[in-house]
């Protein structure tokens, strides 16, 4: 899931870069380095792959994809990358980013995270991912925002990073910019003030890694939302803008908060809940997170197993896939974890009918499984 996803990489990460910032180079030879960095990347990963560049964004391209869907990834991220300029000001990328699109297997050999699908490692610059929608924008958005705070010098707090990430990953691409809609996070937060368990937005901007993390789930939520608040109001690029500028002395980005929108947190606060309360969620937008497949998965030695169906989606309205039942083969492909399950749904595409072999009480059994429509979502396995 985003929320779990490479926290403590990306700190240290986060710290080499600090470290490093003067040795930054702008990269006026990328051509010629982009080369070295896919030769070594293709002998890296060897038979298979293939390599793209993206000059004119500064991304390099190493991809286990026939070359339609790799071109398809290409202009997605071109498309958001010029977008994501024209919504926030600041400086693309000097150096080149590697984007590595694997298979499913030679992921799992990478040694990823637990349970991701997808993270972003500024220390060299390289977004691997097997996910080709929200968790490849959530990443690519780090990827974007940090080389800009690089470039100034700064090391933004987490609610900072992963509220403009969430932010992102689930909006549209206009001529204007990016589009930021309501997502089902909102849900998150809704119950938290119905519960009163809502996170203080003076303790939410002030937190560090290890606190904003051990609530992760509300935290990524109510980081979004702030976000989003910001970008209705108008004000999300006047917010980066002065927040950069008055780094030194407001780094938690609080006071440029209230300068943006013109008022003390104290009185933004209850504003923004109230605002909270009059969101409602698209129609679609719980069925298009639902995946394809719409199960809940966890790894097991055999494959992986059902542990829940998703209200709605595909698994359930078939009604052949059940609770406890361990998916050994997906069309055709062995499984051995859930990080292949969710590349193998992808690669079948949406509206199909696929054959999974399974297990359910000891029996091994075929069925045949209709896929749900297009969706993509950060949650693993479905």
């Known amino acids: 899931m985003l929320t779990r996803r490479a926290t403590t990489v990306f700190a240290v990460c986060l710290l080499a870069a600090a470290v490093g910032w003067a040795g930054v180079e702008q990269r006026k030879d990328f051509p010629a380095l982009a080369r070295d960095v896919a030769k070594k990347q293709l002998a890296k990963f060897g038979k298979g792959y293939v390599a793209r560049i993206d000059s004119a964004r500064h991304l390099i391209y190493i991809g286990a994809q026939d070359d339609d869907h790799l071109q398809t990834t290409m202009r997605l991220l071109a498309a ?41 490692r500024h220390g060299d610059r390289t977004l691997i991912s097997i996910d080709r929608g929200r968790v490849l924008l959530h990443e690519f958005t780090h990827a974007l925002h940090l080389a800009d705070a690089a470039e100034a010098k700064q090391v933004h707090p987490i609610w900072v990073r992963e509220g403009l990430a969430t932010l992102f990953e689930a909006s549209e691409i206009t001529p204007s910019g990016l589009r930021p809609r309501v997502d089902v996070r909102l849900l998150e937060v809704q119950k938290a003030i119905r519960e009163k368990t809502v996170i203080p937005l003076t303790k939410l901007l002030s937190m560090g890694d290890a606190q904003f993390m051990a609530d992760a789930r509300l935290c990524y939520a109510e980081s979004r939302y702030v976000m989003l608040y910001l970008y209705e109001k108008g004000r999300l690029d006047q917010w980066y803008r002065r927040y950069k500028a008055s780094y030194t002395k407001d780094p938690t980005g609080l006071k440029a908060v209230e300068h943006a929108l013109t008022s003390r947190i104290f009185n933004i606060e209850p504003e923004w809940t109230k605002w909270i309360g009059t969101l409602k969620l698209p129609r679609g937008e719980l069925r298009s997170r639902q995946g394809r497949l719409g199960a809940e998965l966890k790894d097991d030695p055999r494959g992986v197993k059902v542990v829940g169906l998703v209200k709605g989606g595909a698994a359930e309205t078939a009604g052949r896939i059940k609770v406890g039942d361990i998916i050994t083969s997906f069309n055709g492909q ?49």
């Open 334 to 382: 062995k499984i051995s974890n859930v990080a292949e399950m969710v590349a193998a749904i992808r690669a079948a595409g949406a509206m199909q009918t696929v054959n999974i072999d399974l297990i359910r009480h000891g029996r091994k059994l075929t069925i045949q499984q209709p896929l749900g429509a297009p969706g993509d979502t950060p949650d693993k396995g479905k």
């Open 80 to 120: 958001f990358s010029d977008a994501y300029r024209r919504t926030l000001p600041g400086t693309a990328p000097p150096w080149g980013v590697t984007v590595v699109l694997p298979t499913a297997e030679d992921y799992k050999r990478i040694d990823p995270p637990a349970d991701s699908i997808g993270f972003y």
